[in-house]
């Protein structure tokens, strides 16, 4: 729809409607130092609908997209997975593409089978009896544990690893940075190149924790000593937060076996596409006995009336909801739409070929790593196992290694230092089922060619 602009017998009319004289008295609240008085230097002239449309599709046109425009390597995060086409399609469908918050269930049942259904698959996934409907993504369904946690427990200390992604560590400290939170960092073990964390090394300056998170694959894409975490995080009367890629948990074990109390995750890899970092969702799953200090809400199956099988909004425990002093979050959204299309994913995959799919990206990665680490200089920071990601230490700057690989049409994978104080040299790549083996040999080549003319010898 084209936008029509208000004309200044418009503007005229609504101010005198709601008593207020010009314009500059409307945005009065707004500080001065927030407000633009000329336009930003540098701004082209107006444009006609016409010209602005012709210059954003040449801008659209610079654009590569890393799946497709390049052989992408890229993880860290957001991953390149296979979506069969049936997901789209069922995602476009109209009634699927408009639903909203299902508040009333009488017209709302399909939207609430798909979020129950994707409850039990993220319960049946972490082998956790209780899930929600769906949170805005990884890194804040992790914050919403920590306070989880804290409301369990009633303590403050949160230990967050070394080896979480940094980006999480960023939400988790931007939720809680007004509270009476204490959070400390587990550090990594330094035989292990800092990729793992460090057993013998619990930070001292916690007490009565909260909560200990584990990532599980780590940020690195190493596997940790899960289980000897959590004992050690038991020991102390805490709760133990898994941070678990879903896809990993194809074949590796769930957080609820190895003794996490609430998992949560990034929802991305099973289902959305990379959509230039999002919308995502996340999933969270813990034990019965905290099912009340959940945020979000939870679908519940019944029957009504004529004894038939109904859903319905079980617990709603947001501040909109109940009383404010009773809620256990803010939170206003559970990404609907994407967990429906996670949903559509996990169902259409299934059981056999969703461990099938893990045991590709194991191979895939493995076979990479393998190839990689025996060129000369190149070494994996780690020798832990991974799932389908690892870390390599490069014999230059991996911030020079990718950009002479990109441009041979390869991604190489993540310069870390793109993300924080890590080594110059350290270069995360991923490598999916979406790499076939002419793809992982194209890669090694060129960084082959690349190293003998840059390093030789």
């Given at each position: 729809?084209?936008?029509?602009?208000?004309?200044?017998?418009?503007?005229?009319?609504?101010l005198a409607a709601i008593g207020v004289?010009?314009?500059?008295?409307?945005?009065?609240?707004?500080?001065?130092?927030?407000?633009?008085?000329?336009?930003?230097?540098?701004?082209?002239?107006?444009?006609?609908?016409?010209?602005?449309?012709?210059?954003?599709?040449?801008?659209?046109?610079?654009?590569?997209?890393?799946?497709?425009?390049?052989?992408?390597?890229?993880?860290?995060?957001?991953?390149?997975?296979?979506?069969?086409?049936?997901?789209?399609?069922?995602?476009?469908?109209?009634?699927?593409?408009?639903?909203?918050?299902?508040?009333?269930?009488?017209?709302?049942?399909?939207?609430?089978?798909?979020?129950?259904?994707?409850?039990?698959?993220?319960?049946?996934?972490?082998?956790?009896?209780?899930?929600?409907?769906?949170?805005?993504?990884?890194?804040?369904?992790?914050?919403?544990?920590?306070?989880?946690?804290?409301?369990?427990?009633?303590?403050?200390?949160?230990?967050?690893?070394?080896?979480?992604?940094?980006?999480?560590?960023?939400?988790?400290?931007?939720?809680?940075?007004?509270?009476?939170?204490?959070?400390?960092?587990?550090?990594?073990?330094?035989?292990?190149?800092?990729?793992?964390?460090?057993?013998?090394?619990?930070?001292?300056?916690?007490?009565?924790?909260?909560?200990?998170?584990?990532?599980?694959?780590?940020?690195?894409?190493?596997?940790?000593?899960?289980?000897?975490?959590?004992?050690?995080?038991?020991?102390?009367?805490?709760?133990?937060?898994?941070?678990?890629?879903?896809?990993?948990?194809?074949?590796?074990?769930?957080?609820?076996?190895?003794?996490?109390?609430?998992?949560?995750?990034?929802?991305?890899?099973?289902?959305?596409?990379?959509?230039?970092?999002?919308?995502?969702?996340g999933y969270m799953a813990c034990r019965?006995?905290?099912?009340?200090?959940?945020?979000?809400?939870?679908?519940?199956?019944?029957?009504?009336?004529?004894?038939?099988?109904?859903?319905?909004?079980?617990?709603?425990?947001?501040?909109?909801?109940?009383?404010?002093?009773?809620?256990?979050?803010?939170?206003?959204?559970?990404?609907?739409?994407?967990?429906?299309?996670?949903?559509?994913?996990?169902?259409?995959?299934?059981?056999?070929?969703?461990?099938?799919?893990?045991?590709?990206?194991?191979?895939?990665?493995?076979?990479?790593?393998?190839?990689?680490?025996?060129?000369p200089g190149v070494e994996l920071l780690?020798?832990?196992?991974?799932?389908?990601?690892?870390?390599?230490?490069?014999?230059?700057?991996?911030?020079?290694?990718?950009?002479?690989?990109?441009?041979?049409?390869?991604?190489?994978?993540?310069?870390?230092?793109?993300?924080?104080?890590?080594?110059?040299?350290?270069?995360?790549?991923?490598?999916?089922?979406?790499?076939?083996?002419?793809?992982?040999?194209?890669?090694?080549?060129?960084?082959?060619?690349?190293?003998?003319?840059?390093?030789?010898?």
């Open positions: 729809m084209a936008f029509i602009a208000s004309t200044e017998g418009d503007v005229r009319e609504m004289g010009d314009i500059e008295a409307l945005f009065a609240d707004v500080p001065d130092s927030l407000r633009l008085k000329a336009p930003p230097e540098g701004l082209p002239p107006a444009l006609s609908e016409y010209e602005m449309l012709r210059l954003m599709r040449q801008r659209a046109a610079e654009n590569r997209p890393a799946a497709g425009g390049y052989v992408s390597f890229l993880g860290g995060g957001a991953y390149e997975h296979f979506i069969p086409a049936a997901v789209h399609a069922l995602a476009q469908r109209g009634e699927i593409l408009t639903a909203y918050t299902p508040y009333q269930p009488e017209a709302s049942q399909g939207t609430l089978q798909i979020i129950y259904e994707f409850q039990s698959m993220v319960g049946a996934l972490t082998e956790l009896p209780v899930a929600n409907a769906s949170l805005y993504d990884g890194a804040s369904a992790l914050a919403e544990a920590v306070l989880m946690a804290m409301r369990v427990t009633g303590r403050r200390q949160v230990v967050l690893p070394a080896t979480l992604h940094p980006n999480y560590r960023q939400v988790v400290e931007s939720y809680t940075g007004r509270l009476d939170v204490e959070l400390s960092t587990w550090p990594a073990d330094p035989a292990q190149g800092g990729a793992r964390l460090d057993l013998a090394a619990w930070p001292t300056e916690v007490r009565d924790p909260a909560a200990v998170v584990v990532a599980q694959p780590n940020f690195f894409g190493y596997l940790e000593e899960a289980r000897e975490i959590a004992a050690q995080a038991r020991e102390r009367g805490a709760l133990v937060l898994a941070v678990a890629n879903p896809m990993s948990l194809s074949v590796l074990e769930p957080p609820g076996a190895w003794g996490a109390d609430i998992a949560v995750g990034e929802c991305q890899p099973i289902g959305l596409p990379l959509h230039f970092g999002g919308p995502y969702a019965r006995e905290f099912i009340r200090k959940m945020p979000g809400r939870i679908v519940g199956r019944t029957t009504d009336a004529l004894g038939r099988t109904a859903f319905v909004l079980t617990l709603q425990t947001r501040e909109q909801h109940i009383r404010r002093e009773r809620a256990t979050s803010n939170i206003c959204t559970n990404q609907g739409l994407c967990a429906a299309m996670v949903t559509f994913w996990l169902a259409l995959i299934g059981k056999a070929g969703f461990v099938q799919l893990g045991r590709l990206n194991l191979d895939s990665a493995g076979r990479l790593a393998a190839a990689l680490s025996a060129l780690c020798a832990a196992p991974f799932f389908n990601e690892f870390t390599l230490r490069l014999p230059m700057p991996a911030e020079s290694f990718y950009e002479a690989l990109r441009e041979r049409g390869v991604l190489p994978g993540l310069p870390l230092s793109r993300l924080g104080p890590y080594a110059p040299d350290l270069l995360l790549v991923c490598a999916t089922e979406t790499k076939l083996p002419a793809d992982l040999d194209a890669y090694v080549a060129a960084a082959r060619e690349l190293l003998n003319r840059t390093h030789p010898g």
